[in-house]
């Protein structure tokens, strides 16, 4: 019997899980991914005492031009499952914004080997949106929320969008989607005083939150590290007030460490790629929306598969290609040490 082709890398690692960013745009503008407004400006102006070197990231968004169509993405998720890949998340940019997004995850739910579906938003178009996603086949969904604060959650994200995610959230629970994670960057000075409303919130609601370290994909090259709050001292103060118990590990290549509540509901997670970095066990791809296919969200080349795509590639090369690609998947990151690079697009480019 002859083996199914794979998609392993040089270390080892093999690769199931792809992020397909399907637009660059966005609605928002969080001040730790796009900080463009004059409220996270004035916030990192405070904090600078030592200029980082780097320029800020020059972004345009991408002509449409530029943006791989349905017909391409789909194809792509096709051949990546034949290699394997079991997981896909949508995400961008805002995913909401792409016009008739439930036609793509139509076509990716029906896509047989396909074990997880799911979809990273900031929620704002969602109430519009979710009963065609559903219909579509979409089950799993994950919100992007860092504050539980009207005025806090504006000077974050740049919109007073706080009532619309919450109204968000309340809707993908109706409409049946599991598990509904919502998903907080935790950055010290700005919404560390939140962690413990937000992981009432959790348990109120019966959610899994997800707290994530901020890390350097900004587009203002703004991070820096006393700006991170370590996962372990978010764990901390949550202790303080609750009884957790770890949940157990159902994937080696889980990021986040999961921990419920003596009551049993709601669930936390730390996700905490800058102070425990997981790197060894990470099996993701990821597909940034004009069709370049990136080994780690810190990788500092991105390899062109729209002009293979374009250019009359068979499966056959297509396959090929992808299988050399992830050969280059870096073991690691190198975020904090001397040779660290900045990835030349920020995060709402790649694809979180
Ligand atoms: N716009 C959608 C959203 O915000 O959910 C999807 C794309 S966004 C880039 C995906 C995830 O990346 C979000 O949960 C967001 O909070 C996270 N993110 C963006 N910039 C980040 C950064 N610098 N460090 C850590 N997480 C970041
Ligand atoms: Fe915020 Fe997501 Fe938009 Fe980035 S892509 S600015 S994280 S909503």
């Given at each position: 019997m002859?083996?199914?082709?794979?998609?392993?890398?040089?270390?080892?690692?093999?690769?199931?899980?792809?992020?397909?960013?399907?637009t660059d745009r966005c609605n928002f503008r969080c001040l730790y991914c796009l900080p463009e407004t004059e409220a996270a400006q004035n916030f990192?102006?405070?904090?600078?005492?030592?200029?980082?070197?780097?320029?800020?990231?020059?972004?345009?968004?991408?002509?449409?031009?530029?943006?791989?169509?349905f017909e391409e993405i789909e194809r792509v998720v096709r051949l990546a499952v034949?290699?394997?890949?079991?997981?896909?998340?949508?995400?961008?940019?805002?995913?909401?914004?792409?016009?008739?997004?439930?036609?793509?995850?139509?076509?990716?739910a029906r896509i047989p080997g396909i074990t997880d579906l799911a979809l990273t938003?900031?929620?704002?178009?969602?109430?519009?949106?979710?009963?065609?996603?559903?219909?579509?086949?979409?089950?799993?969904?994950?919100?992007?929320?860092?504050?539980?604060?009207?005025?806090?959650?504006?000077?974050?994200?740049?919109?007073?969008?706080?009532?619309?995610?919450?109204?968000?959230?309340?809707?993908?629970?109706?409409?049946?989607?599991?598990?509904?994670?919502?998903?907080?960057?935790?950055i010290r000075g700005i919404n560390d005083h939140e962690i413990e409303a937000l992981a009432e919130f959790a348990r109120e609601q019966d959610l899994a939150m997800r707290f994530i370290e901020f890390m350097p994909l900004d587009s203002a090259r703004a991070w820096l590290k006393e700006l991170v709050m370590p996962g372990r001292e978010i764990l901390q103060r949550l202790q303080a007030r609750h009884t957790l118990r770890p949940a157990p590990r159902t994937n080696p290549?889980?990021?986040?460490?999961?921990?419920?509540?003596?009551?049993?509901?709601?669930?936390?997670?730390?996700?905490?790629?800058?102070s425990e970095p997981f790197c060894g066990h990470c099996n993701r791809l990821r597909l940034t929306a004009d069709g370049k296919i990136r080994t780690c969200l810190f990788s500092v080349v991105e390899h062109d598969l729209r002009t293979r795509l374009r250019d009359g590639a068979t499966d056959a090369d297509l396959i090929a290609y992808l299988q050399s690609v992830v050969l280059q998947k870096e073991d690691r990151h190198h975020i904090g040490e001397p040779d660290f690079v900045s990835p030349e697009r920020s995060m709402s480019c790649i694809g979180g």
């Amino acid at each position: 019997m002859t083996k199914a082709p794979s998609l392993i890398d040089s270390h080892g690692r093999v690769l199931r899980d792809l992020r397909v960013s399907i637009t660059d745009r966005c609605n928002f503008r969080c001040l730790y991914c796009l900080p463009e407004t004059e409220a996270a400006q004035n916030f990192y102006r405070g904090r600078w005492a030592n200029l980082p070197d780097s320029q800020p990231i020059a972004w345009k968004w991408q002509p449409k031009s530029k943006i791989l169509s349905f017909e391409e993405i789909e194809r792509v998720v096709r051949l990546a499952v034949s290699l394997g890949i079991q997981k896909v998340r949508l995400t961008g940019g805002e995913p909401l914004l792409r016009q008739n997004l439930e036609e793509l995850v139509a076509r990716i739910a029906r896509i047989p080997g396909i074990t997880d579906l799911a979809l990273t938003t900031n929620g704002f178009l969602f109430p519009q949106k979710g009963p065609a996603l559903r219909d579509a086949g979409l089950r799993r969904i994950s919100f992007s929320m860092d504050s539980l604060d009207r005025a806090n959650f504006q000077k974050i994200t740049g919109r007073d969008g706080l009532e619309a995610v919450l109204q968000s959230i309340g809707l993908a629970r109706e409409l049946g989607m599991h598990p509904v994670k919502v998903n907080a960057v935790i950055i010290r000075g700005i919404n560390d005083h939140e962690i413990e409303a937000l992981a009432e919130f959790a348990r109120e609601q019966d959610l899994a939150m997800r707290f994530i370290e901020f890390m350097p994909l900004d587009s203002a090259r703004a991070w820096l590290k006393e700006l991170v709050m370590p996962g372990r001292e978010i764990l901390q103060r949550l202790q303080a007030r609750h009884t957790l118990r770890p949940a157990p590990r159902t994937n080696p290549s889980e990021t986040a460490q999961r921990w419920s509540f003596a009551d049993g509901r709601g669930e936390l997670g730390l996700i905490s790629p800058v102070s425990e970095p997981f790197c060894g066990h990470c099996n993701r791809l990821r597909l940034t929306a004009d069709g370049k296919i990136r080994t780690c969200l810190f990788s500092v080349v991105e390899h062109d598969l729209r002009t293979r795509l374009r250019d009359g590639a068979t499966d056959a090369d297509l396959i090929a290609y992808l299988q050399s690609v992830v050969l280059q998947k870096e073991d690691r990151h190198h975020i904090g040490e001397p040779d660290f690079v900045s990835p030349e697009r920020s995060m709402s480019c790649i694809g979180g």
